[in-house]
């Protein structure tokens, strides 16, 4: 069953001789539970492709269907709910709030959602992620495994459907960087989660299911690595 369907996907950014076609007529799907490895140069067009499909980031043409629903069909309001509770989006740089402890950023998405707290999901994060006794630390007080790891939480708190990480290891050192894809891989396989990761790490996309690679804007490589 496909969980995610693009479309003939295009995003033109500025016009006339300052156009630039960050992706130009992308169509793919994917499964759910899949794990997908993103690979191409930078200026392909991998975090632009990310945005849109997380809600972020608006197509120029072309349609992206998310659980059969047409994400953009939306209006603002109603991406907004989309992008809270069914993608979990996790970035290179952390962005965790500073004045805000690890449980604090962890649950963040679920109070502006206006939701309750699920303690037992919560509790079982911060175990798998490995930050149990750290719950009140500041952000710097962490190391920089740490803070993505509680970035990965807060992705994760929401039970999104589709986890979408854009170089989710490039700030990090070898062991913490296959650490952070194990726990990735870990909640892939135990929430039945489709996990899309852009990376310029071959170690990591062999890990993938699947390898898309984009050049210009386009697919240029679509290869089932296992089933």
Same mark, same amino acid.
Not at 60 to 84: C, I
Not at 129 to 144: A, V
């Given at each position: 069953?496909?969980?995610? #369907?693009?479309?003939?996907?295009? $995003? ?8 630039? =076609?960050?992706?130009? +007529?992308?169509?793919?799907?994917? $499964? ?13 067009? #991998?975090?632009?492709?990310? =945005?849109? @499909?997380?809600?972020?980031? %608006?197509?120029?043409?072309? $349609?992206?269907?998310? +659980? ?8 603002? /309001? ?19 709030? &500073? ?9 963040? &998405? ?6 309750? !707290?699920?303690? /037992?999901?919560?509790? /079982?994060? @911060?175990?798998?992620? %490995? ?5 009140? =630390? @500041? ?20 039970? &999104?459907?589709?986890?979408?990480? +854009? ?7 070898? %062991? ?8 990735? #891989?870990?909640?892939? *396989? *135990? ?8 990376? =310029? +790490? /071959? ?15 386009? !697919? ?8």
């Amino acid at each position: 069953m496909d969980i995610l #369907k693009v479309e003939n996907l295009s $995003k033109i950014y500025g016009n006339g001789e300052n156009e630039v =076609h960050a992706l130009n +007529d992308v169509s793919f799907s994917v $499964k759910k539970g899949e794990f997908i490895a993103i690979i191409g140069p930078s200026g392909s067009g #991998k975090s632009t492709l990310l =945005h849109i @499909l997380g809600g972020v980031d %608006k197509p120029t043409s072309g $349609k992206v269907f998310m +659980d059969g629903s047409d994400v953009y069909a939306q209006n603002d /309001e109603q991406l907004a709910v989309f992008r809270r509770r069914q993608v979990g989006l996790i970035y290179q740089f952390y962005n965790l709030i &500073p004045v805000l402890n690890v449980m604090e950023n962890i649950t963040l &998405p679920v109070l502006m959602d206006g939701q309750q !707290i699920n303690n /037992e999901r919560l509790n /079982e994060l @911060l175990d798998t992620l %490995k930050l149990k006794g750290r719950e009140n =630390h @500041l952000p710097n007080q962490l190391s920089g495994g740490q803070q993505q790891r509680v970035s990965i939480g807060r992705a994760l708190m929401n039970a &999104p459907s589709v986890v979408l990480a +854009d170089e989710p290891t490039g700030n990090l050192d070898s %062991k913490n960087s296959q650490e952070i894809v194990e726990l990735l #891989k870990y909640s892939n *396989k *135990k929430y039945n989660q489709t996990l899309i990761i852009i990376t =310029h +790490d /071959e170690n990591i996309a062999l890990q993938a299911d699947r390898i898309l690679a984009i050049e210009d804007g386009r !697919i240029t490589r679509d290869e089932v690595i296992r089933k």
